[in-house]
């Protein structure tokens, strides 16, 4: 049996880069969740906004057209108890305030330990039942 089970989670990734999107695509796999991907911050708020059914967003901060931290801004205004986690390519002293400032719930560095990242969801998912 696997450690994790997401059956009837929806997770919306957020990640401009397909490798990146691939990646955590295949680590959640065997955890059965759906997936959603959203290739900019712009696309992440239109899906937030159009798919109440989204459990947990996994946001890239480094992205085109709108960057995750205010993808993150945007989302808390009108959807304040979704869950988002923050990917970050940088772990700059003062980045990780910036980023709980935003509104982000939590974060990871990358490149992402898939462990953590999944340990980190079950916690939310399993406060969210
Ligand atoms: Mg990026």
Do not use: H
């Amino acid at each position: 049996m696997d450690k994790y089970n997401f059956s009837g989670k929806k997770i919306l990734i957020a990640e401009d880069e397909s490798t990146n999107f691939l990646y955590l695509k295949a680590l959640l796999k065997k955890t059965n969740a759906e997936i959603v991907w959203a290739k900019n911050g712009a696309e992440a708020v239109e899906a937030v906004a159009s798919q109440p059914d989204i459990d947990i967003v996994l946001m890239d901060m480094m992205m085109p057209v709108m960057d995750g931290k205010t993808a993150a801004v945007e989302i808390k205004k009108f959807c304040p108890q979704m869950v988002i986690i923050a990917q970050t390519a940088f772990a700059l002293f003062g980045e990780r305030e910036e980023i709980l400032a935003a509104g982000c719930d939590n974060y990871v560095s990358k490149p992402i330990a898939g462990n953590l990242l999944l340990e980190m969801i079950n916690g939310y998912l399993t406060k969210i039942q």
